[in-house]
């Protein structure tokens, strides 16, 4: 395990979290190592085939399809690491992690087995907290009821995505249940409702937590994605990376309607800048205190 970045994973205590990989790699993305949930520049997909390449090829456990041979010149190639799902038992104190931020854990392509022993690992370490994401909610209802310890997170990066989900999640069974609008790249609710005429704030009443952040990448990622989503704000910021913002109306839907729904919204370090002008009363719901509201939800709450 290791101390992950990623600001809304936390421990209990509100210190920073972890992440564990148990599963690497995908196949939900070009050939350029986009994402097929948005076309936005995948960073495992770089991780995978930059640093950690040499790494992951050395591991040969890659998901059967006929095609394996493949996946052993391929570092972002589904693989197990089975060895990994020992190390939450080995402490004891209550941490945060999340699972297989390298991956997809309800991919297709995974066999139900492994993603079984990742179930039962948290199963058998109550005292953890395993935050968990996918683009795939099609296939949580197969694993359903989650153990409490496991909150069920679904990426949505558009509305179209959002509703999809929705149908699904409100079939599961987790004590957590989230949305992670990251990055945020498109939003058209119909001012909060959709063609089954299903308010936006009803949906949110199913769930228990919302994340939303921008889409962040290297020039040449956000030069490509800017020209496919002109609505979207683009700044650079550092180290050869620039953003690009959702804009401000669409964020605003989602946080008063979540507001409604009685949910805590997250909101990632990335929308600062998105914010800074409007910090004199333009937009008071996006800040706590100077900083960006970042409200995690009770996991004690039933």
């Given at each position: 395990?290791?101390?992950?970045?990623?600001?809304?994973?936390?421990?209990?205590?509100?210190?920073?979290?972890?992440?564990?990989?148990?599963?690497?790699?995908?196949?939900?993305h070009?050939?350029?190592?986009l994402?097929?949930?948005?076309?936005?520049?995948?960073?495992?997909?770089r991780l995978?085939?930059?640093?950690?390449?040499?790494?992951?090829?050395?591991?040969?456990?890659?998901?059967k399809?006929?095609f394996?041979?493949?996946?052993?010149?391929?570092?972002?190639?589904?693989?197990f690491?089975?060895?990994r799902?020992k190390?939450?038992y080995q402490?004891?104190?209550?941490?945060?992690i999340?699972?297989?931020?390298?991956?997809?854990w309800?991919?297709?392509y995974?066999?139900?087995e492994?993603t079984?022993?990742?179930?039962?690992?948290?199963?058998?370490?109550?005292?953890?907290?395993?935050?968990?994401?996918?683009?795939?909610?099609?296939?949580?209802?197969?694993?359903?009821?989650?153990?409490?310890?496991?909150?069920?997170?679904?990426t949505?990066?558009?509305?179209?995505?959002?509703?999809?989900a929705?149908?699904?999640?409100?079939?599961?069974?987790?004590?957590?249940?989230?949305?992670?609008?990251?990055?945020?790249?498109?939003?058209?609710?119909?001012?909060?409702?959709?063609?089954?005429?299903?308010?936006?704030i009803?949906?949110?009443?199913?769930?228990?937590?919302?994340?939303i952040?921008a889409c962040?990448?290297?020039?040449k990622?956000?030069?490509?994605?800017?020209?496919?989503?002109?609505?979207l704000?683009e700044?650079?910021?550092?180290?050869?990376?620039?953003?690009?913002?959702?804009?401000v109306e669409?964020?605003?839907?989602?946080?008063?309607?979540?507001?409604?729904?009685?949910i805590?919204?997250?909101?990632?370090?990335?929308?600062?800048?998105?914010?800074?002008p409007?910090?004199?009363?333009?937009?008071p719901?996006?800040y706590?205190?100077?900083?960006?509201?970042?409200?995690?939800?009770?996991?004690?709450?039933?």
């Amino acid at each position: 395990m290791n101390i992950t970045s990623i600001e809304w994973v936390q421990n209990p205590d509100g210190s920073q979290g972890y992440t564990l990989n148990s599963k690497t790699g995908c196949k939900n993305h070009t050939s350029e190592g986009l994402c097929l949930g948005g076309l936005f520049p995948c960073y495992a997909y770089r991780l995978a085939r930059g640093r950690l390449k040499k790494r992951y090829l050395k591991n040969n456990m890659v998901v059967k399809t006929g095609f394996e041979t493949l996946g052993f010149k391929d570092p972002f190639y589904p693989r197990f690491w089975p060895e990994r799902l020992k190390q939450p038992y080995q402490n004891k104190k209550p941490v945060g992690i999340f699972l297989d931020d390298m991956s997809d854990w309800m991919g297709d392509y995974w066999p139900e087995e492994w993603t079984k022993q990742e179930l039962q690992m948290m199963r058998e370490n109550p005292w953890h907290r395993f935050y968990t994401l996918t683009k795939q909610p099609q296939n949580l209802i197969k694993f359903s009821p989650f153990p409490d310890n496991c909150w069920v997170g679904i990426t949505a990066t558009n509305d179209i995505m959002f509703r999809i989900a929705s149908n699904y999640l409100a079939k599961v069974k987790a004590k957590v249940k989230y949305y992670s609008f990251e990055p945020l790249l498109h939003w058209d609710f119909k001012a909060n409702w959709d063609r089954n005429n299903i308010c936006l704030i009803d949906r949110f009443r199913d769930v228990n937590w919302i994340i939303i952040g921008a889409c962040t990448g290297l020039n040449k990622d956000i030069e490509l994605l800017s020209a496919k989503y002109p609505d979207l704000w683009e700044k650079i910021l550092y180290n050869n990376k620039r953003a690009l913002f959702p804009k401000v109306e669409w964020v605003e839907e989602l946080v008063e309607a979540a507001d409604k729904a009685g949910i805590p919204v997250f909101l990632k370090d990335n929308l600062e800048l998105l914010f800074e002008p409007y910090f004199e009363g333009g937009y008071p719901w996006a800040y706590r205190r100077g900083s960006l509201r970042q409200e995690m939800p009770d996991a004690n709450k039933n």
